[in-house]
Structure formats: structure tokens, C-alpha cells
């Protein structure tokens, strides 16, 4: 007890310890009701999905307890995905990663790889500047090293056609590409006064035919009638 208070009257002093009385009595009902209500709690998340707690909170302003109704409603954890086999790959499950699972034109957005555009127009530059010279390169190798050897002159004129067409050169230097891989028994037999005229690849082209076709035709005829006559 203070020492002001024992100059206090009985009956006011009786009257001070009863209030404090009831104060620790209501306090203790308080705390009964919420360990009670936190109880309460306690068995609902546990034993149901779905319940209603009621339990007595008390109102600040005229110290009583009003009741109130607080709802939980409890769902399954999430199960953990499975972990994949050893060496296998998972695709990640984060909501950034979901235009990965776009179509191809949608899956990559240019903004983020603007690096890749820039290689990829670099290379594209390259094979624009470079490509076609080495194309043109490896043409003229194949144009100079064909030769018509056994294949029929149809096939050798084919071929040096779509040779011919990659390399851009001068029609006396065509020509002379296209005389040195003949059959040397076809240059022989065209050895005229036109074939030496001849201009153009196309001319020189026909006439190597036509000595072609007369190879062929000397070459059905009998071993006799192919010699010469001696007189």
C-alpha cells in the first residue's frame, strides 16, 4: 500500500482495493476467454476445412467484450513437382518464362536479344559480301576442271552450261574452256573453215554435235568400209 493512502478514510480505502479487485477478476476472465478462443484456433486449422470462431474481443472504448466471426477456410499444400531423372530437362515453372511456351515467330522477344539481331544482320553481311565471291571462285575451279572425257557431248554441254553461267568471263575465254575439255577426236573431225570462224560458244556447241553425231555414225559402220581404199 502507498504511503499517501494511509491517511486516506477506511471506507475509501476499502472501496480502492475492491476496484482493483474487480479489475484483476476482469482481467483474468479476459485472458481465460482468449486462451480459449486461441484454443480454438488451434482445433480449426487442424481437424476442419471450413469452421466459423467465435471468441470475445474486447471493444476499447466501453471496455466489454462484443462477439465477433472470423473464417478460415484451409486449402491442400501444393504438392512439390517430381524430380526429373538425372540428365533430363525441366522447364522452369516461374510466370517470366512463359513466353517460352509461345509459338516459334512469338517465343523470343527481339528487345531482349537485340545482340543476336545485330550478329545475325553481321553475318548476313558477311555471306551478302563474301559468299558470292567464294561461289564464283569455286565455279571457275569446277569450269576449268571439267573435262568431257567418256560422257556423250549432250551431257558435256549440259554441264558446262550451268558452269559457265556462275563465272563471268569473256566469250573468247568461254570458248576456249569449253575447246580444251572436247574430245580430242571431236576437235579433229571440226577442224574446218567454220569451226575456226566460229564466234560464239553456241555455234562452237553445235558444231561439236554434229561432229559427235559423226563420230557415231563412223563408228556403226563395218572395220572395212572405215579404211581408206588402196589403189
Request: aromatic letters at 8%; one cysteine or more; charged letters at 25%.
Amino acid at each position: 500500500m502507498p504511503p499517501e493512502d494511509n491517511h486516506l478514510p477506511d471506507k475509501s480505502r476499502a472501496g480502492k482495493v475492491s476496484l482493483q479487485e474487480d479489475r484483476v477478476e476482469q482481467l483474468a476472465q479476459n485472458a481465460v476467454h482468449v486462451e480459449g478462443a486461441l484454443s480454438e484456433i488451434m482445433e480449426c486449422k487442424t481437424q476442419t476445412r471450413s469452421t466459423k470462431l467465435h471468441h470475445m474481443l474486447c471493444d476499447r472504448n466501453t471496455n466489454t467484450f462484443r462477439p465477433i466471426t472470423i473464417d478460415f477456410i484451409l486449402f491442400p499444400p501444393i504438392p512439390s513437382p517430381p524430380n526429373p531423372p538425372h540428365g533430363h530437362y525441366r522447364a522452369p515453372g516461374a510466370p517470366e518464362f512463359n513466353h517460352l511456351a509461345c509459338m516459334e515467330p512469338m517465343k523470343i522477344p527481339d528487345l531482349w536479344f537485340s545482340v543476336l539481331l545485330l550478329v545475325e544482320s553481321f553475318i548476313n553481311g558477311m555471306i551478302a559480301v563474301f559468299g558470292d565471291k567464294f561461289m564464283k571462285e569455286n565455279a571457275k575451279r569446277a569450269l576449268a576442271a571439267y573435262k568431257q572425257r567418256d560422257v556423250t557431248i549432250g551431257e558435256y554441254n549440259s554441264k558446262f552450261c550451268s558452269l559457265v553461267y556462275l563465272v563471268e568471263d569473256v566469250e573468247a575465254a568461254r570458248i576456249e574452256c569449253y575447246v580444251s575439255g572436247l574430245n580430242p577426236r571431236i576437235i579433229w573431225k571440226m577442224m574446218s573453215w567454220e569451226w575456226c570462224k566460229a564466234a560464239t560458244l553456241e555455234v562452237h556447241m553445235d558444231l561439236a554435235m554434229e561432229a559427235a553425231a559423226q563420230l557415231d555414225s563412223l563408228a556403226l559402220l563395218p572395220a572395212e568400209a572405215s579404211q581408206p581404199v588402196r589403189h
